[in-house]
């Protein structure tokens, strides 16, 4: 059974263009949460969704950043308009069910702004 | 509001010896989750072990064990026998009730010496 699927694992991008992170849960997992991890720092949390739905965006950030989990395909976070500030590791998460299952960690994106 | 308190930034233990890492948590949830993952150099964020609230038993998993002491809200981790592969850094984790993210902690550096 494959584990949670992240690409690119890393993601060089110049200041004012996009990034587009991709992550592929678990199989038959269909929650996604997504984390940010600034350098020297824990991960905290960004954005929850299930298939098609935003369950929870109170860690995205108001402008420049959304989300997407497509009924097909994987989730995607979009960063538009990148700024050195964006530079971190980027990992997703996934779990079963429901919200009380353990999370299974992707192996990260580390998006690096120029 | 949670809040999850890891103390000791780094730690320093010999091979084959047991080391503890220290996790505080506030909540005034009376159903709640708390996990640990360990993030090697590498950087992947790898499952380690898991308490619930409610769960009468320390859990163990292992060379991983709890000592959670609820009245104290602390949930802290003991890795027997350490390993060379050990190093790396610990979070510990809670859960939130509502919607299942996580809220982590700074993390503690653990260094194995042969």
């Known amino acids: 059974n494959a584990g949670v699927m992240q690409n690119p694992r890393h993601l060089v991008r110049r200041r004012g263009q996009e990034a587009r992170l991709r992550c592929s849960p678990m199989k038959g997992h269909s929650h996604v949460y997504w984390y940010r991890q600034l350098p020297e720092e824990g991960l905290k949390f960004m954005v929850y969704?299930?298939?098609?739905?935003?369950?929870?965006e109170s860690g995205m950030p108001k402008e420049r950043f959304s989300a997407e989990f497509p009924k097909e395909g994987p989730s995607i976070l979009r960063i538009q308009q990148v700024v050195r500030g964006d530079s971190a590791a980027y990992f997703c998460a996934s779990s079963p069910i429901d919200e009380q299952e353990t999370q299974y960690f992707g192996p990260g994106t580390r998006l690096l702004v120029l | 509001a949670q809040k999850i308190t890891q103390t000791q930034p780094g730690m320093f233990v010999q091979e084959k010896e047991a080391v503890t890492l220290d996790c505080t948590y506030d909540t005034s949830d009376q159903s709640y989750g708390l996990f640990w993952y360990k993030q090697p150099s590498s950087g992947e964020m790898i499952f380690l072990i898991y308490q619930g609230s409610y769960d009468e038993q320390n859990a163990t998993e292992g060379r991983y064990s709890l000592n959670f002491q609820k009245a104290r809200k602390s949930t802290n981790l003991v890795i027997s026998a350490s390993q060379l592969g050990d190093s790396a850094m610990y979070f510990c984790a809670m859960r939130d009730p509502s919607w299942g993210k996580l809220q982590f902690g700074a993390g503690t550096q653990v260094v194995v010496t042969p």
């Open positions: 969704l299930q298939k098609e739905n935003i369950i929870d």
